[in-house]
């Protein structure tokens, strides 16, 4: 069953709210190469190719119910920023808006009887419990190493040690 316009169109929303957060995360991992956190860049740029998976499962997702894809402009993210530890409160935040607009894509599902986009957007509430924790974690370790070198380059290396998907170790 194709869904309706107003769900298509909330649907396509947040491809385009997903494919900014791509974006924007492209650019925090810039600055932080610009910074010379080569492993803060590498985690924001894993975090890019993330949020395009994002995307492209609502976009299969509507092409599935036989909806139409409307790609739009792609607003311009932020690309200064006071300091990496600045940079993943940023992303904080932007973690904390795509639950809001993933929250309200449900909510409005739901009014609208989707049912099975109720179901598929199950999986990105999940998956932005998850988001926000990682997030939130990361942050609270810049608090809590302030401006102390070592532990910086510590962390940076730590957050560089992310691993994707397909690196992830293979259970034996």
Known sequence: MMLNEAMQQAVNDQINNELFAMYSYLSMSAYCEHKQFRGCARWMRMQSDEEKVHAMRLYDFLIARQGRVKLRPIAEPQFDFASVPEVFQKAFEQEQKVTQ??????????????????????????????????????????????????????????????????EAPVAE
Do not use: C, H
Request: hydrophobic share 45%; charged share 30%.
């Open 101 to 166: 607009q993933i929250n309200s894509l449900y909510e409005m599902a739901f009014q609208e009887k989707a049912f099975a986009a109720l179901v598929e957007l199950e999986w990105f509430i999940n998956e932005q419990v998850e988001e926000e924790k990682t997030a939130r974690d990361i942050v609270y370790k810049f608090q809590l190493v302030k401006d102390d070198p070592a532990a910086l380059l510590d962390l940076d290396r730590e957050l560089g040690s992310r691993q994707g998907a397909a």
